[in-house]
């Protein structure tokens, strides 16, 4: 008896710590069974087995519904709002890196190309590549990422000669590094959803007025610029969105003011290019060449972000084509950066 208390101990010493929620909820079950100690027997003999079952031990109790409810203790969200909520909270988390320190992201992408030649062939293809990037936490703009080319599949025509083979491997640096984390003015905006979401908002509005028309062409009406400056803010967002780390108190702003987007749903059976299970949030905008969509995928119950998909709606309708999809596989912060090898190609494009 001594040493299957003992072993249960140690079981009870390796779970992790429970949630506020979760505890109380544990609580809650335990004051019940007490009540139904105190009151007559009428009851469902059913209930009160499972009453008692949660007198096992508090402990027992608290890991059970912390596994219901998820990590964090929270229930399953109800819509897109409370979905990216809880992930701006889980994004508030995040630790932030201290200077001498690099972020370093692991991310798989799958692009769809579509290439045109001189002699105006066509091919549409699709291309995985691995992408790893070590981003210095006190100068972004050095950072260092190296592309690893997968698996090809070409749709129609043939690949480009120039194109990369897959398992083709190139470094890139500096300028050629930036596209990986979509940072750019970033570092200005504040960490507060509502008000990142009205500067975000007031900076479309001057960018979209201060557009010209086309020689020729009539002025957009107010209705056209307001639909405009909307498609701009959700574009804006969704792509801060994407970077996985501009550290803890933007991207909890970012999520925070993306879940005030009335065109935001909410996704139950999403699944990343790595083939994880998701929840989702998507996020609905006007293109300049038909609807687009964005949708956000999380780890279920730890709302950890796992990636994105891109997809277009041809102008006019019809079925929806996946442009670009990406899932993030790891991020985490590490103490240094490795060098380029010697003798490393080129890279193909910059």
């Known amino acids: 008896m001594t040493n299957d208390l003992q072993e249960i101990k140690k079981s009870h010493d390796a779970l992790p710590g429970p949630s506020t929620t979760a505890t109380a909820k544990a609580k809650a079950l335990l004051a019940a069974e007490v009540a139904a100690e105190r009151t007559p027997?009428?009851?469902?003999?059913?209930?009160?087995?499972?009453?008692?079952?949660?007198?096992?031990?508090?402990?027992?109790?608290?890991a059970a519904v912390a596994f219901l409810t998820g990590t964090d203790g929270g229930a399953t969200p109800a819509n897109a709002a409370e979905l990216l909520q809880e992930a701006a909270t889980a994004a508030g988390r995040q630790q932030a890196p201290r200077p001498g320190q690099f972020v370093y992201v692991n991310r798989m992408d799958q692009n769809w190309i579509l290439a045109l030649s001189e002699g105006g062939g066509r091919s549409e293809f699709t291309q995985e590549v691995n992408r790893e990037a070590w981003i210095p936490a006190a100068d972004p703009g050095g950072a260092l990422t190296r592309f690893t080319y997968?698996?090809?599949?070409?749709?129609?025509?043939?690949?480009?000669?120039?194109?990369?083979?897959?398992?083709?491997?190139?470094?890139?640096?500096?300028?050629?590094?930036?596209?990986?984390?979509?940072?750019?003015?970033?570092?200005?905006?504040?960490?507060?959803?509502?008000?990142?979401?009205?500067?975000?908002?007031?900076?479309?509005?001057?960018?979209?007025r201060n557009e010209r028309p086309e020689p020729g062409a009539p002025p957009?009406?107010?209705?056209?610029?307001?639909?405009?400056?909307?498609?701009?803010?959700?574009?804006?967002?969704?792509?801060?969105?994407?970077?996985?780390?501009?550290?803890?108190?933007?991207?909890?702003?970012?999520?925070?003011?993306?879940?005030k987007l009335p065109t935001a749903t909410m996704r139950a059976d999403l699944t990343d290019p790595a083939g994880r299970q998701g929840v989702g949030a998507s996020i609905r905008y006007q293109g300049p060449d038909g609807w687009e969509r964005t949708e956000l995928i999380f780890e279920p119950g730890t709302y950890r972000f796992l990636g994105w998909r891109d997809l277009s709606e041809p102008p006019g309708g019809g079925t929806e084509v996946l442009r670009h999809a990406t899932a993030v596989l790891e991020t985490k912060i590490v103490s240094a950066m490795p060098e380029i090898p010697a003798g490393a190609p080129e890279p193909a494009t910059c």
């Open 41 to 62: 027997d009428t009851g469902s003999a059913k209930y009160r087995l499972l009453l008692r079952a949660g007198t096992v031990g508090l402990a027992a109790a608290v």
């Open 220 to 259: 957009p009406s107010e209705d056209q610029i307001g639909r405009q400056v909307e498609r701009t803010v959700a574009s804006r967002l969704v792509t801060l969105a994407q970077n996985p780390f501009p550290g803890p108190g933007l991207r909890e702003a970012v999520l925070g003011a993306l879940s």
């Open 150 to 208: 997968g698996k090809r599949r070409v749709h129609t025509g043939q690949v480009p000669a120039a194109m990369p083979t897959p398992g083709t491997v190139d470094y890139r640096a500096g300028q050629c590094a930036v596209d990986v984390l979509p940072t750019a003015g970033a570092e200005h905006l504040p960490a507060d959803p509502d008000r990142l979401l009205a500067q975000v908002r007031a900076d479309a509005e001057t960018s979209v």
